[in-house]
């Protein structure tokens, strides 16, 4: 059976703790972006070449203003519009997971397919209690990543995915 219609959403939310990890990660991004831009402003104002105005000298700090200024409404609005759209599910003999704020990526994953599942967990991650589920088939196209689970469902869910998939192997030799 087809459907015509648009793609529900998967049943489960990442968890809360996400929007944290991506403002901290946001916010590391923020002061390279705005550190980079200190740097290069104030090398190229003290540099003395011509084709540099003659204001930009004095006033080497309006460029990391601007960068500040034009990057601070991503930084705090991207971890909630994730959350809102960062989405998983384990329905039947599928997984099925839903990512991306500009460009949406759904992701359906048989689980007879599955040939490993992985969680991990970066410095970030461990401290806020999260972790990252990666699950893997023969097909790059076929895999998916699911970001920002409690560590806990991140577990439960890899153990019961790889007993699921011993099984179905085991059912189809």
Same mark, same amino acid.
């Given at each position: 059976?087809?459907?015509? *219609?648009?793609? #529900? ?10 929007? /944290? ?13 705005? %550190? %980079? ?7 190229? %104002?003290g540099s003395g070449w011509s084709w540099v105005p003659g204001w930009f000298a004095g006033n080497w700090w309006v460029l990391p203003a601007v960068v500040g200024v034009l990057t601070t409404p991503?930084?705090?609005? @991207? ?7 960062? #989405?998983? @599910? ?12 500009? $460009? ?11 040939? $490993? ?8 991650? /461990? ?8 699950? /893997? $088939?023969?097909?790059?196209? *076929? ?29 189809? $030799?």
């Open positions: 059976m087809t459907s015509t *219609g648009p793609l #529900r959403d998967p049943a489960n939310r990442v968890s809360p703790k996400a929007v /944290r990890l991506w403002l901290l990660e946001a916010l590391v991004a923020f002061v390279f972006f705005v %550190g %980079g831009s200190v740097i290069v402003a104030q090398w190229v %104002g991503f930084l705090v609005a @991207e971890p909630f519009v994730r959350y809102a759209v960062h #989405r998983w @599910e384990l329905s039947g003999d599928v997984v099925y997971a839903r990512s991306g704020f500009l $460009t949406r990526e759904w992701v359906f994953v048989p689980v007879s397919r599955i040939q $490993t599942v992985d969680k991990g967990q970066g410095w970030m991650e /461990r401290m806020l209690g999260l972790a990252t589920l990666e699950i /893997r $088939t023969a097909s790059h196209a *076929g895999s998916s990543t699911i970001k920002g689970l409690d560590f806990a469902v991140a577990a439960g869910l890899a153990e019961q995915l790889a007993h699921r998939a011993e099984a179905l192997r085991d059912d189809a $030799t």
